[in-house]
């Protein structure tokens, strides 16, 4: 693995025998190091990740946040966008659903802070955005601009509107997201 990883940075695993810099040595050194750090968190977050999923205390929609917030920046050339919806969109709904479970969805974050730090340290602006703003209207007004504003034919009192009945007719906030996902892509078509 460090070694693909070394490979894609266009670093030699060793200098080649007409090159004797030692500054290139200690490059190479240097890069090695840095790429272990970057492959040693990666492992950390994905363990964390499986252990988030393993936690019943956590509800679904925060470990979808978690893996979401987790993996994002490991999709190259934006391939993700074949597979999910723009971060505009997907980062506004998880907003806008878990303000609407907000002490619940707190509670939960709490215990990503204490129990996975890896992972909190990728989900930390979501849960302070969450906790900062008191007076969530203005939160929830802002996530729903964003979205009526990617989504031909939408309002934000529709994007509001929807977000609470699929809230509210779903077993959990993850299916309602779902259903939620539903109903924009059926205003796309």
């Not at 964390?48 to 979401?68: F, H, M, P, S, T």
Request: with cysteine.
């Amino acid at each position: 693995m460090i070694e693909m990883l070394l490979l894609q940075e266009n670093v030699p695993l060793t200098p080649s025998p007409w090159d004797h810099s030692i500054g290139t040595l200690a490059s190479i050194r240097s890069k090695q190091t840095y790429i272990c750090r970057i492959y040693n968190m990666e492992d950390k977050i994905y363990d964390e990740l499986q252990k988030v999923y393993d936690n019943n205390r956590l509800g679904a929609l925060v470990q979808e946040i978690c893996e979401y917030y987790a993996t994002k920046g490991s999709y190259e050339d934006n391939a993700y966008e074949d597979e999910i919806e723009p971060p505009e969109i997907v980062e506004s709904a998880y907003t806008l659903f878990c303000l609407q479970s907000r002490e619940q969805i707190l509670d939960e974050f709490a215990i990503v802070r204490k129990k996975y730090p890896a992972i909190y340290t990728k989900v930390a602006d979501l849960h302070e955005s969450l906790l900062v703003n008191m007076d969530y209207r203005t939160l929830e007004d802002s996530c729903a601009i964003t979205i009526a504003n990617l989504v031909d034919g939408t309002t934000v009192s529709d994007i509001l509107g929807q977000v609470e009945a699929c809230a509210r007719s779903s077993e959990n906030l993850s299916e309602g997201l779902d259903r939620f996902y539903k109903y924009l892509h059926s205003r796309k078509s």
